[in-house]
């Protein structure tokens, strides 16, 4: 931090500025073109990147004007809209360009893969980054727990994907013993590298927006890593004079899954880790996640809030966003739930400038969809379900049909 102070916010917002949209290498990734921010001293050679970030910043404005009683400055950050579908590259670009440095000379030093512990999309975004360096990746899944979508990733990718009987906290121990034991290098958020690239999601958001400081930032939150990572990209743009305060930022759980919130509702005096259950927002069904006491740094720092959602609202989130345009991922429809009720109570104003995290794309959750639109789940209305309709190759079935929807309309 001392280095990058020599020179004025100004400078090193006009040098990310200069870099948008541009294939030098390896600046035309949204991660590296900070690279100064993030791992400084790695020589571009060793960079092993897919171009990750300069993700969409999306302008919900029929969401916000017509569900959430007339927002006007609302905003959706498509950091699922990536190489393998999920924020997670962010990170991998950076954790995997170092161990490629490591491995190689003069370090050479005996790596012999990297591995992790996954709900689905950390093994996506490693086995990934992995094989285009050729670098063995090691993934532990919880068995029957993620999405197909996601199973089929590192498969694809040629990575050693063991499948196991235990949920996402028992893979988290089984990894971090057996990486103690082999020269297998950890992968997961604990591993600070990961949150370096994560954390320029922060700062695109502030360059997105001409550096202008949204007032707030709602983040789903599962192993807690990323709430974290964007709290450091915020304070570093402010302490390094890029902007001149942080927002406040939400973290959003599942509340099948929802220790911090539990912790945060204790006013912060007990945690208590415990056994997530099953939820849509599958990739954060975690019950002891490595980065609480990260999360709650973030969260004290930007007097931030901690809210959770039910499976029904998070699905009913999900699905009106995507009436309104999107695609939205169970997790997404977390943080969506959570706006609603931080909406509802008028803690979020309507013209406070919001950004909601969209962590995964919804392509990769498509069976949750397809159960809610079938009205399929138990215990769930499903309101927004919109099945098709079975209609016989008739010109006049079609016509009853078509009528009946428009009525009024034709
Ligand atoms: C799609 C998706 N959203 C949100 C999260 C939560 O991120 P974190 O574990 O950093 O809290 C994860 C992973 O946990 C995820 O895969
Ligand atoms: N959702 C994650 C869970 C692991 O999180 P990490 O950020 O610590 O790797 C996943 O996709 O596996």
Redesign the pocket.
Known sequence: MDALARFPGSYWRDLFDSRVGRTTWPFGSGVWSKKEFVLPEIDPDHIVSLFEGNSNLFWAERLGRDHLAGMNDLWVKHCGISHTG?F?DLGMTVLVSQVNRLRRAPLSRPIAGVGCAS???TSAALSAYCAAAGIPAIVFLPANRISLEQLIQPIANGATVLSLDTDFDGCMRLIREVTAELPIYLAN?LNSLRLEGQKTAAIEILQQFDWEVPDWVIV????????YAFYKGFEMCRVLGLVDRVPRLVCAQAANANPLYRYYKSGWTEFTPQVAEPTFAS??Q?GDPVSVDRAVVALKATDGIVEEATEEELMNAMSLADRTGMFA?P?TGVALAALFKLRDQRIIGPNDRTVVVS??HGLKFSQSKIDYHDSKIEDMACKYANPPVSVKADFGAVMDVLKKRLKGKL
Do not use: E, F, V, Y
């Open positions: 999920s997670k709900t689905g999309d958020s789903p939150g599962g192993n807690l890593g990323n709430i990739a954060i975690i991922c997790h962590t995964a």
